[in-house]
């Protein structure tokens, strides 16, 4: 199979930049397992942080500058999945002690996790290619700003998500997910199951509602509000692109700081509401 930037060879695009770092176990409350990432030698603190995704190329070297492994990522997520000791219908996979939320295809899990679980001082290196030609993942204040980079790195909808890395592990139903949920009181007649199979097998596009969200994320073991937020960064970051040419000719409004004089926003209006959108 060639590489990334072989195929961007072929096609005409330019080539990713090479992101050259140490490979890291990055983990923050919220994440649900640890995530592979690479820590950059250009930049600090988050700016420096760099998911690793389906479709990358990774070079893994060790601190001598010995390939140790080097290929595209194809994304195991069964392999070693276990359920978790307090939610026994959530299954996840682990390696070397620790939740995990994929592995390298043809490894086991504790080998590829070798790669990634060290000591500070014993750190791998990493060369890593991203599959895109735009901007590579990066992380701030605890979340991947890249909405394109964050929502294809979990599934590409929130339908999607729900039926591949929930239902379909399982072996489950829309009915009996169903089955689980009780009468609403204001709606009792209401079709649990018909509006699950839309939101996560029939159709796509379909939206899933607040109401069926929170007995979703409850049914799981998720945080509240799991599946509507998923579904809100989703719809921004495919709306983005169509308005693009609309939203950039949007004047911020300035507003001069009494202290410095600058003309960004100050208060809470600047505050960013999507912070730790995504559990």
Known sequence: MKNQRDRDSI???????AITGEL??????????????????ANNGYDSLHVIEEGDDLTVLD????????GTIECDRKTGATPRPTNPHFIQQQA???????IQKGFEPDHWAEFFIRRPDDRLRGVLVKKSTQVA????????????????SLKCSAGETLREDYMAPLGLSARQIAEAIPPDATHPARNWAAEIES???????????????LALDRYFG??????????????????????KPWLDRVKPRQCENAQTGSGKPT???SADPLNDSIP
């Open 267 to 269: 208060g809470s209006a």
């Open 63 to 70: 601190k001598a500058g010995t390939v140790l492994w080097q």
């Open 137 to 152: 993942t990066n992380v701030s204040r605890g979340e991947i700003t890249d909405l394109n980079a964050k929502t294809e």
């Open 24 to 41: 890291e176990d990055w983990f923050e409350t919220g994440l649900e397992g640890v995530v592979w990432a690479l820590i950059d030698d």
């Open 199 to 213: 939101f996560a097998i029939g159709d796509e596009e379909a939206f899933v509602n607040l109401d069926l969200s």
């Open 11 to 17: 096609s005409g695009k330019q080539p990713a930049p």
């Open 222 to 243: 998720l945080p509240d509000g799991y599946f509507w937020r998923l579904q809100a960064v989703c719809s921004v970051r495919d709306r983005i692109p169509q308005l």
């Open 96 to 102: 070397l002690g620790c939740w995990i939320h994929w």
